[in-house]
């Protein structure tokens, strides 16, 4: 089992910046990939970024240039920088892990572990 705890979260103003972080307990060395997934009001869930265990990441279009997601695997933490927010960006955001060795998972199904996840809120 492997247990996720985000943190981070807050409100900010648009063009602010964020870092959420991801803390993984439990069976951590069967992690590979980690991303972050994000649920705005009345959307569906979405991919946003994911990383690998040697680090190198995948994005979605959308945070491209202003998103940033790093790993540190000696803490089992995995990190969101988030610069130049604007509203849209309003969601809670979601770490998950894949145990199945998928490479760069951009899938919700593709991820075995969940967060509880931690609100972003982006004023205008």
């Known amino acids: 089992q492997v247990q996720l705890v985000e943190s981070g979260g807050g409100l900010v103003q648009a063009g602010g910046s964020l870092r959420l972080s991801c803390a993984a307990s439990?069976?951590?060395?069967?992690?590979?990939?980690m991303g972050w997934f994000r649920q705005g009001p009345g959307k569906e869930r979405e991919f946003v970024v994911c990383?690998?265990?040697?680090?190198?990441?995948r994005s979605a279009d959308s945070v491209k240039g202003r998103f940033t997601i790093s790993r540190d695997n000696a803490k089992n933490t995995v990190y969101l920088q988030m610069n130049s927010l604007n509203p849209d960006d309003t969601a809670v955001y979601y770490c998950?892990?894949?145990?199945?060795?998928?490479?760069?998972?951009?899938?919700?199904?593709?991820?075995?572990?969940w967060g509880q996840g931690t609100q972003v809120t982006v004023s205008s």
């Open positions: 990383i690998s265990r040697s680090g190198i990441s």
């Open positions: 998950a892990a894949d145990t199945g060795g998928r490479w760069l998972p951009t899938r919700q199904v593709e991820y075995d572990y």
């Open positions: 439990g069976r951590t060395l069967n992690i590979y990939s």
